[in-house]
């Protein structure tokens, strides 16, 4: 099986910064993307940015010039850098596996973001 472990949810304030990790264990090939979503209470689950195998990077047009994603290859890892921090940027994200035939998600870290 794939694991997807993440971490480096917490409090932030307005403004603040937090870096999301998740390492990837088991055996798979194939990739085709690695995502983070994100989703609030009540809100739909949103595709907030992506990394192909090739190493292009998008993201959702509320995060763009404010968060980065990267991969460490070697660590099977991928990160979420998230700076200026918004309140509406507070909800569960989740890291995404996108294999050829299947998806897998890890557990989902909280970010919460204070006024």
């Known amino acids: 099986q794939v694991q997807l472990v993440e971490s480096g949810g917490g409090l932030v304030q307005a403004g603040g910064s937090l870096r999301l990790s998740c390492a990837a264990s088991?055996?798979?090939?194939?990739?085709?993307?690695m995502n983070w979503y994100r989703q609030a209470p009540g809100k739909q689950r949103e595709l907030v940015a992506l990394i192909t195998s090739g190493g292009s990077t998008n993201y959702a047009d509320s995060v763009k010039g404010r968060f980065t994603i990267s991969r460490d290859n070697l660590k099977n890892t991928v990160y979420l850098q998230m700076n200026s921090l918004k309140p509406e940027d507070t909800g569960v994200y989740y890291c995404n596996l996108q294999l050829l035939l299947q998806d897998y998600w890890g557990q989902g870290t909280q970010v919460t973001v204070s006024s």
């Open positions: 088991g055996s798979f090939f194939g990739i085709n993307a």
